[in-house]
Structures are given as C-alpha cells and as structure tokens.
C-alpha cells in the first residue's frame, strides 16, 4: 500500500494501528507531546480486531514476566526441578542431529565416520531424553504436580510422554539393520492382534521413516512447547505441606516461599 | 581395522531370570541409572544462587 492509496477496509477508529507509511504519520520529536498523536499506535486498548484480543488473552493468561521470570520459590532450589530442562534439552539435540541424518541421507550415516557420529548423537540423546523424562515424572508424581489446575500440565505431560515412545519406536524400526527386522516381525503379530496392522504397518520402511522423521518429531514438539507455556502459565506448584502460600513468583517484598500467607 | 563397540547392540542382550521375572542386563541398568539418578536429585544440595538480598 503507498501513501496515497487510501485502504477501503480500515476503520476511522483502527486508522492509527494500520497506518504504515512514515508519511502518514508525526514521527518527529512531538511524539508524545502532541495529545492527538496516539505515543503507541500498535496498541488500541478498546479494539476488537482478532489481534487485539488474542493479545490481551495472551497478556492475561501469560505476561512476559510469568513467561520468563528471574525468581522462583525458595522450594525450586532442588535438583528434581531440572529434570524437566533436561529432558527439553535432550529433545533438542535429538532434534539438531536428526535434522542433519534427514539431509545427509543413509548413504552418509551409515557409512562414513561423522555420519556414524551423528548417528549415535542421535541415539544416546534419545537415551538420555528417555532416563531425563522418567525421572522428571517420578518427581512430579511423588509431589502431585497436577494439583492446583495444574491437571492439563500433567496430561500434556502423559500424551508427550505416548508420543516419544512412538517416536522411539518407529525410529528403531527404521535402522535397516537386524535390530529393526526383529523388532518389527515381533511388532507386527501384536499389532495386527489389536486390528491396527493394516494403518501402522512395521513392515512398511516408508510409512516407518515418514511417521519417525515428519509427524510424530512434530507432535512431541508441539505438545512440549504447549506443556512448558502451562508450567510458565500456572507457577511451579508447591510443596504438598505449603499449600497455603500459592504463588507463582517471589514477591517484590522477599518474603520466603515457606512463608504461610493468608 | 574392525571397530571397538563400547555396547555390542548387533549381538542379543544377556537376561537375567528371577522367578517370573526376566529382564535384559541393558534394561536392568537404565532402570538402576533412573533410580540413582532420582535419589541423587532429591539428596544432593542445590548449589546457591547469585545472592540478591
Ligand atoms: C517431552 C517431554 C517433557 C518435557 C520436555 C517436559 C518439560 C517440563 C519442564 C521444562 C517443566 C518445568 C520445570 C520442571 O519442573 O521440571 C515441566 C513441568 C512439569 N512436567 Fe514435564 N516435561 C515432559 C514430560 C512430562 C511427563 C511425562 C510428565 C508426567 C506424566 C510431566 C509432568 C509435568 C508436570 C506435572 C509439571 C508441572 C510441575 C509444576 O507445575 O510445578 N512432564 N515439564
């Protein structure tokens, strides 16, 4: 859009959050001291266009300070706590080294030495993912994290945990080596068991490498961020024995987190 | 030169049986890993933080 070319579709009330040339608008020095300059013209509190209100439904459910805090309750000074960190951060290298298998191709992993390298980054990041994960819902088990409408980060938790597993799964499968022929003639009889053999067929390299490497990596991953966004929305949870002092960050006022609060 | 495997995961793994329990050495040691790993996480102190009084 040019400057001269007025947008039929903006309303008088939305003019200043679509104005986009500098020469519709004062930029010079008087803004702010000019009272007919709106100082922020992205912002239009009353608005209704959808981007104003997925905004304050973003800003209500999660501001930046509850997004990236630098307090936590005296209690997350705990080792148990970085179990989670841990596992996001195995995810991501499995993430880093399955994308350099994806473009550098079998010819080069399974043959030469930085591919074979690559390879069992791969592997043993997933390895660790898994030990990480575990221990991660071990500990958020035996405080029962899920308290305080804090179910969905559990359940979000449950459904990672189903889809890492198919994930693992398929990328066993997807070996070409002896490993993976075993493993899926042995899949193969219970899975038709249950009647799902003709969707997810094991013996099926394409459908194997496809799911492994496309759809369920996307899953994990969508599933992960939606899982931390809950645990940044909701606060860490409290100790069982400190239910009464609920809340999410330090106050100001450096009040202790064992501190009951009224 | 053949390589030098540090785990051979070409051969099948060694089980272990106990009653009606049977478990291969490879998992024995994850779950003994994890378990480890959880008790150290709750023993262990946690280092402190820059100090912000
Ligand atoms: C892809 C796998 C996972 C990732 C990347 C992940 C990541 C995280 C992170 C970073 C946190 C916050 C830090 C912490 O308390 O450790 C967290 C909290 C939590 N996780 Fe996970 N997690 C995963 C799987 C699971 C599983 C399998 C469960 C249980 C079934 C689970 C249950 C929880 C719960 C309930 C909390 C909230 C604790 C609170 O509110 O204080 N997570 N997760």
């Known amino acids: 859009m040019t400057a001269d070319s007025p947008n039929p579709a903006v309303e008088p009330d939305n003019v200043q959050a679509v104005v986009d040339s500098p020469a519709d608008v004062d930029t010079g020095s008087s803004v702010g001291l000019d009272p007919t300059v709106d100082p922020d013209p992205g912002i239009d509190p009353s608005s209704s266009m959808w981007t104003s209100r997925l905004r304050r439904a973003w800003m209500s459910k999660l501001p930046p300070d509850e997004l990236l805090p630098d307090r936590q309750p005296a209690y997350v000074a705990s080792w148990i706590y970085v179990f989670g960190v841990l596992t996001l951060a195995a995810f991501l290298v499995i993430l880093v080294t399955g994308l350099v298998l994806a473009f550098a191709g079998p010819a080069w992993y399974h043959t030469s030495s930085p591919g074979l390298f690559t390879n069992s980054l791969h592997f043993w990041s997933v390895q660790l993912f898994f030990v990480f994960m575990v221990v991660h819902l071990w500990g958020k088990f035996w405080m029962a994290a899920w308290r305080g409408r804090r179910a969905m980060t559990w359940i979000t ?11 693992a799964f398929t990328g066993y499968l997807v070996q070409t080596n002896f490993d993976s022929q075993w493993i899926s003639f042995e899949a193969k009889d219970g899975l038709n068991a249950v009647g799902i053999g003709a969707f997810f067929n094991v013996a099926n390299l394409g459908q194997m490498l496809l799911l492994h490497a496309c759809l369920l990596p996307l ?32 106050p100001a006022d450096g009040a202790s987190a064992t501190e009951v609060r009224p | 030169m053949d390589p030098i495997y540090l ?33 150290l996480a709750i023993l262990l102190p946690f280092p402190k933080g820059r100090d912000r009084s």
């Open chain 2, 7 to 39: 785990a051979g995961v070409n051969d099948p793994a060694t089980y272990i049986n106990w009653g009606w329990l049977s478990i291969s050495v490879p998992n024995l040691i994850v779950i003994l890993i994890m378990i480890v790993l959880f008790a």
């Open chain 1, 219 to 250: 899953v994990v991953g969508v599933i992960a961020v939606w899982h931390v966004l809950l645990v940044r929305s909701r606060g860490v949870v409290p100790p069982i024995d400190t239910v009464d002092t609920e809340f999410s960050v330090t």
């Open chain 1, 157 to 167: 938790g449950v459904v990672a945990f189903l889809a890492s597993i198919g994930t």
